[in-house]
């Protein structure tokens, strides 16, 4: 009899951010598959919880993928966490999900928090439907990524680095429409920034921009005429 893999949604910033039933799959699973293992026993320790664990991420996926497709063929139950967030949402977690449903393994999500969708609940624009990109092209594509954004029909939410987000919104400075930046969400340092995309350019050139960003940016104004610039 097959184990069962848990799709674990872990918290963005804030520890406290992780729900009953996260809690109780993490301390009940036999194996959690995690993105750095140092960064998971933190959270891990914070609620008193001691399974083993075993690193999943970009460069390790190939060399582990496969030990956790046995352990889970041998009848074992394993949680896919990542550092931060719902896994499978623009990191190698859909592989995992993808070859566990293949070999017929019982796949189940346990959800919680999520950045882009913590930032468009706060948006203050219409976000009854939306485009996701996860995260830009660092070059190949880079460009057409964004002229494809002034032109959709829809809200668009990305991610963006620190080392990258003035060149973005340089990008963009000029665009009709408004940006709503997340950074550092639900962290000690979080700020929520609304306006024109020059205007948003224009703060960020004067104040911090360490940190992880999530980016909403409205090509129309969505009926929201008046959104207050912070």
């Given at each position: 009899?097959?184990?069962?893999?848990?799709?674990?949604?872990?918290?963005?910033?804030?520890?406290?951010?992780?729900?009953?039933?996260?809690?109780?799959?993490?301390?009940?699973?036999?194996?959690?598959?995690?993105?750095?293992?140092?960064?998971?026993?933190?959270?891990?320790?914070?609620?008193?919880?001691?399974?083993?664990?075993?690193?999943?991420?970009?460069?390790?996926?190939?060399?582990?993928?496969?030990?956790?497709?046995?352990?889970?063929?041998?009848?074992?139950?394993?949680?896919?966490?990542?550092?931060?967030?719902?896994?499978?949402?623009?990191d190698p977690g859909n592989i995992l999900v993808h070859d566990?449903?293949?070999?017929?393994?019982?796949?189940?999500?346990?959800?919680?928090?999520?950045?882009l969708i913590a930032l468009a609940s706060v948006a203050g624009?219409?976000?009854?439907?939306?485009?996701?990109?996860?995260?830009?092209?660092?070059?190949?594509?880079?460009?057409?990524?964004?002229?494809?954004?002034?032109?959709?029909?829809?809200?668009?939410?990305?991610?963006?680095?620190?080392?990258?987000i003035l060149k973005t919104l340089e990008a963009l400075t000029?665009?009709?429409?408004?940006?709503?930046?997340?950074?550092?969400?639900?962290?000690?340092?979080?700020?929520?920034?609304?306006?024109?995309?020059?205007?948003?350019?224009?703060?960020?050139?004067?104040?911090?921009?360490?940190?992880?960003?999530?980016?909403?940016?409205?090509?129309?104004?969505?009926?929201?005429?008046?959104?207050?610039?912070?």
């Amino acid at each position: 009899m097959t184990g069962k893999l848990y799709i674990v949604a872990t918290p963005i910033g804030n520890l406290e951010d992780i729900t009953l039933r996260a809690l109780s799959v993490l301390k009940s699973v036999d194996l959690i598959a995690c993105e750095d293992t140092r960064h998971t026993k933190i959270l891990l320790d914070r609620h008193n919880i001691h399974r083993p664990l075993i690193s999943y991420h970009q460069h390790s996926r190939l060399q582990n993928l496969t030990r956790i497709l046995e352990a889970l063929a041998a009848g074992q139950s394993v949680a896919l966490v990542t550092d931060a967030g719902t896994p499978g949402i623009s990191d190698p977690g859909n592989i995992l999900v993808h070859d566990a449903v293949a070999a017929g393994i019982k796949v189940e999500p346990i959800p919680g928090p999520s950045a882009l969708i913590a930032l468009a609940s706060v948006a203050g624009i219409a976000m009854d439907r939306f485009l996701f990109l996860g995260f830009l092209p660092h070059k190949k594509g880079r460009q057409t990524s964004i002229q494809q954004m002034m032109i959709s029909k829809v809200p668009v939410i990305f991610y963006e680095s620190t080392h990258r987000i003035l060149k973005t919104l340089e990008a963009l400075t000029g665009a009709p429409g408004l940006l709503v930046i997340g950074r550092e969400l639900t962290k000690k340092f979080e700020e929520i920034v609304r306006g024109r995309p020059r205007e948003v350019l224009e703060y960020f050139q004067t104040h911090e921009t360490a940190g992880e960003f999530v980016v909403v940016y409205s090509p129309s104004d969505n009926n929201q005429d008046d959104i207050p610039f912070d």
